[in-house]
């Protein structure tokens, strides 16, 4: 897929990772739909874009939020051809501690909202003749080793991994679903949390000590997977100072 001239639609680029996503694809001549659930962080990035963009204030782990925004980009650009689900996160305190609609919050907006993003999406992908859909995981969701974050996040950001390999079989349909797996990421939040950690005299988290990811690395993977036209259902997992690896369709790590 070649990107000028295409509408992308990014979830969670009120700022962060996919703020940077939006700038990008703005970059390459791809009118974006920002959206966020903080309309002002959304509003913030439109006005920092050089090219063309909307800002959509959603919540998009509510059902009638997400057709909403594929609405939207159809309205203003007159249709839809890539869709970033980046939005996700976490926030404490976490499973089994947390009250349950504190945790099952997470769930919604790490797994519910890449489900209802999709299949709000796919029609307006169809009436264009197909596209590309990237889901943003993480590598809290690999493996079976313990995670020291949150295990509600873990384990929704398996089920978009797996979601992913799914539905590979879109491909048919000239839809291709992929998913990127960053390790930790340089974003201005996990920078700001490791100089908090080391200004305190405590001991980094594991995943804080490895060598973090650029942000540019990340969103160079996004576009990648977005314009790879031989790709479909499947999960490059990212770690800082290696190179990209596809994970193969028997993987389980």
């Not at 939006?22 to 970059?27: L, V």
């Not at 990648?224 to 028997?250: F, H, I, K, M, S």
Request: hydrophobic residues 45%.
């Amino acid at each position: 897929m070649e990107l000028p001239g295409k509408v992308a639609l990014v979830t969670g680029a009120g700022s962060g990772l996919g703020r940077a996503i939006a700038h990008r694809f703005g970059s390459e001549g791809t009118a974006v739909v920002v959206v966020d659930i903080d309309g002002s962080a959304a509003e913030e990035t439109v006005e920092q874009m050089s090219g063309t963009a909307t800002a959509v204030t959603a919540d998009v782990a509510d059902a009638s939020d997400a057709e909403a925004m594929v609405r939207q980009a159809e309205a203003v650009f007159g249709g839809l051809d890539v869709l970033v689900n980046n939005a996700g996160g976490y926030d404490t305190p976490v499973f089994p501690d947390a009250p349950v609609e504190h945790w099952k919050r997470t769930l919604d907006v790490n797994l519910l909202a890449v489900m209802l993003g999709i299949h709000f999406a796919l029609p307006a992908l169809e009436r264009r003749g197909g596209g590309a859909i990237v889901n943003v995981a993480s590598s809290a969701g690999l493996g079976f080793g313990p995670y020291e974050g949150a295990p509600e996040y873990a384990v929704a950001k398996a089920g978009v991994m797996r979601l992913t390999a799914c539905l590979a079989s879109l491909a048919e349909h000239a839809i291709r679903v992929n998913c990127v797996c960053p390790h930790t990421v340089a974003t201005e939040g996990v920078l700001g949390a490791i100089a908090e950690v080391t200004a305190e005299g405590s001991e980094l988290p594991p995943a804080l000590q490895d060598t973090p990811l650029s942000v540019d690395e990340v969103v160079e993977a996004v576009v990648w997977l977005a314009t790879e036209d031989q790709l479909a259902g499947r999960v490059a997992v990212l770690r800082g100072g290696r190179p990209a690896r596809l994970l193969a369709a028997e993987e389980g790590s």
